[in-house]
């Protein structure tokens, strides 16, 4: 470990209320359980925490990454020489219409105005609290390249039908840290329709927001009404739901913010019809997924009005192996791993497949996943 990295991870163990890692092995936080070390791990567990995180990474000059729980990357074998960020304790706190707030470990229940997004306004106001001043790292994660295709699901971009019934208070508050699962059983207990298509997607709230996580027709950009975000360099700001594009897999966020806290609409249902749909998309979900090994689910996006796991179904590819990895027998846009697998596996198996669909097909299938440490 260099001598600024070591630094760094001194200070922050000193000034930090969350954990600090050094050379802490991706595998344990990703779903591929792949992935060699971070030069460090910071659990941020308070805004304070993040501030400080950033006041050293600047001083140091250390790229940083932020991870959710790593359901949607793929993570080199070297691993990656920078700091890996990951939201904890206070950003896990859930606040349903009627003010009740779950979990966030030791911080109890708390009225809004204890909320990072409120800004002393209620959360009604754009705008921005300065929090911290430091010189931006560059992120780690590679985004894929942005897509060029249409929209083609519901998409309702924030706003709501007439013919919703709001919940009284109307607005679903959750830290970035929250599970997805945790909240979809949230709005599921406190009646609020809307979330059932999330069922069964893994991953933290900041995570699915990130890549606008959804299915073919629904995704969660359609239900932000704002979003708080740390904007390295600047400090908290506020993002009007409709101000992102929420394209297909994408959020449009500038790729410096860190998502905190989202306000999340609220639309009452029928518990039983809940129930149903969610019944029904985890079926559809178990019958079409290879749930019982590890992947970091679709590897490529959807060319327009095509599906890439038919297009490399068609090419013969389900069951090709390299190493201890594998294209999914059951959904060819899956790559699953067996326990010796590496990264290098995987990623030999992502490019063959993108030289033979674009043989095949003339078509450049572009990654869902994102990347760490695979730069050069
Ligand atoms: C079995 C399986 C099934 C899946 N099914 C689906 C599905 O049906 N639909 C779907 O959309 N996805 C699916 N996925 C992919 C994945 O679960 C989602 O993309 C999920 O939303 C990622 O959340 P995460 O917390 O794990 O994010 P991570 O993988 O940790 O990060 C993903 C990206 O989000 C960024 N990010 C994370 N947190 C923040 C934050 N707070 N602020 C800013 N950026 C952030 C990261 O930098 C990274 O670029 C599946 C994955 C698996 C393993």
């Known amino acids: 470990m260099s001598d600024a990295f070591l630094c760094a991870w001194q200070e922050l163990s000193r000034q930090l209320k969350g954990e600090v890692f050094k050379d802490e092995p991706m595998a344990r936080h990703t779903s591929y359980r792949l992935g060699g070390p971070a030069a460090?791990?910071?659990?941020c567990a308070t805004l304070r925490?993040?501030?400080?995180?950033?006041?050293?990474?600047?001083?140091?000059?250390?790229?940083?990454?932020?991870?959710?729980?790593g359901s949607n990357i793929l993570v080199a074998d070297q691993g990656w020489r920078g700091a890996v960020l990951t939201l904890t304790e206070e950003f896990k706190r859930l606040r349903l219409p009627d003010e009740q707030t779950v979990g966030g470990r030791g911080e109890g229940a708390r009225d809004a105005t204890g909320w990072i997004g409120d800004f002393g306004n209620g959360g009604r106001e754009k705008?921005?609290?300065?929090?911290?001043?430091?010189?931006?790292?560059?992120r780690g994660i590679v985004p894929p390249p942005s897509s060029s295709q249409p929209f083609g699901g519901r998409y309702t971009h924030g706003q709501q039908s007439t013919a919703d019934t709001q919940v009284p208070g109307g607005l679903l508050v959750a830290g970035a840290g929250v599970l997805l699962s945790t909240l979809v059983q949230a709005a599921f207990k406190g009646g609020i329709r809307g979330f059932e298509f999330a069922v069964g997607i893994p991953g933290t709230l900041g995570g699915a927001l990130a890549m606008n996580a959804g299915t073919a027709k629904?995704?969660?950009?359609?239900?932000?009404?704002?979003?708080?975000?740390?904007?390295?360099?600047?400090?908290?700001?506020?993002?009007?739901?409709?101000?992102?594009?929420?394209?297909?897999?994408?959020?449009?966020?500038?790729?410096?913010?860190i998502i905190?806290?989202?306000?999340?609409?609220?639309?009452?249902?029928?518990?039983?019809?809940?129930?149903?749909?969610?019944?029904?998309?985890?079926n559809r979900r178990k019958r079409s997924q290879p749930l019982t090994k590890p992947s970091a689910g679709s590897i490529f996006k959807n060319p327009p009005d095509q599906s890439a796991g038919?297009?490399?179904?068609a090419l013969g590819l389900k069951g090709f192996t390299i190493g201890g990895a594998e294209v999914s027998p059951l959904h060819a846009n899956f790559i699953v791993t067996n326990g010796s697998a590496t990264a290098a596996d995987v990623l030999a198996i992502i490019l063959m497949i993108?030289?033979?669909?674009?043989?095949a097909y003339g078509i450049e299938l572009q990654n869902e996943i994102r990347f760490l440490g695979f730069e050069g």
Do not use: C
């Not at 250390?62 to 991870?67: K, R, S």
């Not at 705008?127 to 931006?136: A, I, M, P, T, Y």
């Not at 993108?354 to 043989?359: S, T």
């Open 127 to 138: 705008g921005r609290r300065h929090v911290g001043n430091h010189r931006d790292g560059a």
């Open 40 to 43: 460090l791990y910071v659990e």
């Open 218 to 257: 629904e995704w969660i950009g359609s239900v932000v009404r704002s979003l708080t975000v740390y904007r390295s360099g600047s400090g908290l700001a506020r993002i009007e739901g409709d101000e992102l594009p929420w394209n297909y897999r994408q959020s449009g966020l500038p790729a410096a913010d």
């Open 260 to 282: 905190l806290e989202a306000e999340l609409w609220a639309t009452s249902g029928h518990t039983g019809q809940i129930r149903a749909k969610m019944e029904a998309a985890l």
């Open 49 to 69: 925490d993040l501030s400080a995180t950033f006041a050293v990474l600047g001083a140091y000059q250390l790229p940083w990454a932020i991870l959710g729980k």
């Open 354 to 359: 993108k030289q033979r669909v674009k043989e």
């Open 310 to 313: 038919a297009l490399i179904d």
